[in-house]
């Protein structure tokens, strides 16, 4: 626990740790946001946060709280809670906020007709779309479709779009298969009882330490955390490995080729081996790993796996729930990687606000509802998404985490090399990806103790994998940002 004594030291060095607050503290996109962290209770969360807390325990588990919001009183790139304390938040709701708290021009479309219409009549988009879908949807989550999957269906969460491009896929490559023949009567009455050949005896190949999800299809890809899978019953679906690279890259560049080679290795002969019981119709693959302890591989990896991929007629999904939107300075990640053949599916949601996945036209459904539910998409998170597309174009928000990114890299990078950074920011990874920056902290205690050490100073971030600090910054997180957030690094680290 962060104690009032730890607090109370940690805010003393604070106030001589000043090397990086050189640039303004105003922020160029929004002004009336706090100026610096603000933390009035002797630890976070306060007392009124864990009293808010228990009354929610009444009815829903609150053992994941972090502290409770007031988002009434939250702004751009800081998050209040209920004990009055304002935290610089470079979480953003577990990478999913993109153009800050309360936002004017969402707070705007809000109190429009077309806003309150939508959100007072919603449709089962599959049956009953309104007059204006079509253009919510090309103004929006259309103009920013990544190349070569210009159609989209839309789903409500991460893990309902990765469970719908399965399903796509899983569809596409039985229809390739049987070419213009209809469904044969023993496919019909099979399917209803779970067997073969209606119901195929397919696979989607996934990695170890990914995420992708947490209802049944997604969650059999899954293999980032015990606690997330044990007691689930999951498909019998195979997992290679990812290639862990070495870090410092330049350090380690045979050493790295290396490990990729070998797992493109095993990535090939996975899928020839399962031929002969469950064929993979799918691979999926996180351009990073995130909640798997933000995993990097290099463009030619993944440009060698959609080689692979094609060569053996299997469907390549992209997952990027949580790279989408331009954390990593390209609005999608995969951009970086300058494929000659695009990906058969992208999946997105997180900070799109909307959700669902991207795909070709050649893997859209051979017939009505098969790929349906109810509400197939959210009219009102649409209409968001449509807004911070918007805003992201005009403001140059993606271009902005670029070049943040580049110098908040370079900065821990600096403070990696310090004698009270070194022992404690380990592989630092994530040099050219934009904010989308994370390090490795000597054991998990150290890192859980580095991430509750920068809440008491006013900072609110997170970690991922076994032992990996993870950035998460808004696209409105400005170099002033980055200044504070690496004057309470230098503060923590010298007192770990």
């Known amino acids: 626990m962060f104690t009032n004594r730890t607090s109370t030291a940690l805010k003393r060095t604070a106030s001589t740790a000043r090397r990086y607050l050189a640039t303004p503290a105003s ?8 100026s610096a962290p603000k933390v009035v209770t002797d630890s976070v969360p306060g007392p009124k946060s864990k009293a808010a807390s ?33 935290l610089l938040d470079v979480f ?64 409500m969460c991460g893990s309902c779009s990765v469970e719908g491009a399965l399903k796509a896929a899983f569809m596409a490559y039985r229809a390739r298969e049987r070419g213009d023949a209809e469904f044969s009567p023993e496919e019909l009455s099979s399917c209803m009882k779970n067997e ?28 980032s955390k015990a606690i997330h899978k044990v007691d689930i019953p999951s498909f019998d679906w195979p997992a290679v490995t990812f290639p862990l690279l070495k870090y ?9 080729a290396e490990t990729e080679a070998r797992a493109l290795e095993e990535v090939e002969k996975t899928i020839i081996e399962w031929k002969k019981k469950k064929p993979v119709a799918a691979l999926i693959v996180e351009p990073v ?16 796996l959609r080689t692979l991929t094609r060569e053996h007629g299997v469907f390549f999904i992209v997952d990027e729930v949580q790279t989408g939107v331009g954390a990593t300075g390209s609005f999608w990640a995969h951009d970086k990687w300058n494929l000659k053949n695009p990906p058969d599916f992208v999946t997105f949601s997180k900070k799109m606000q909307a959700a669902g996945f991207y795909h070709a036209p050649t893997t859209r459904a051979s017939a009505p509802y098969r790929n349906f539910n109810t509400w197939m998409g959210d009219p009102v998170r649409a209409l968001q ?23 908040l890299y370079d900065a821990i ?72 957030l690496l004057d309470k690094m230098e503060t923590v680290v010298k007192g770990l």
């Open 27 to 34: 922020s160029t996109f929004f002004k009336d946001e706090p």
């Open 54 to 86: 228990e009354k929610i325990a009444q009815f829903q588990d609150n053992r994941t709280h972090v502290l409770v919001a007031d988002y009434a009183k939250s702004k751009g790139n800081y998050i209040a809670d209920v004990d009055g304390n304002q």
């Open 92 to 155: 953003a709701q577990i990478a999913s906020i993109p153009i800050g708290y309360n936002s004017p021009e969402l707070l705007a479309l809000a109190k429009t007709d077309e806003f309150a219409i939508a959100a007072m009549n919603r449709p089962a988009l599959g049956m009953f779309p309104s007059a204006e879908w079509a253009e919510t949807i090309n103004s929006g989550l259309l103009s920013v479709a990544p190349k070569g999957v210009p159609h989209l269906f839309t789903q």
């Open 196 to 223: 073969a050949p209606g119901s195929p005896e397919l696979s989607v190949l996934s990695f170890k330490s990914a995420f992708h999800g947490r209802l049944f299809g997604s969650l059999s890809l899954t293999r």
């Open 248 to 256: 410092p890259l330049a350090d380690y560049a045979a050493e790295n």
């Open 289 to 304: 790993q995130s909640e798997g302890g933000d995993n990097h591989a290099s463009p030619g990896f993944f440009k060698a």
């Open 385 to 407: 998404a449509r807004e911070m597309i918007k805003v992201i174009k005009r403001d140059n928000l993606v271009e902005n985490t670029s070049q943040v990114g580049d110098y």
């Open 413 to 484: 990078a600096n403070l990696a090399k310090t004698p009270a950074g070194h022992p404690h920011i380990l592989n630092l990874r994530g040099k050219d990806s934009g904010t989308f920056i994370s390090f490795d902290c000597e054991t998990a205690e150290v890192r859980d103790k580095f991430v509750r050490d920068m809440r008491g100073l006013g900072v609110n971030m997170g970690g991922c994998g076994e032992r990996a600090v993870r950035l998460r910054p808004m696209l409105v997180f400005e170099k002033h940002h980055a200044d504070i």
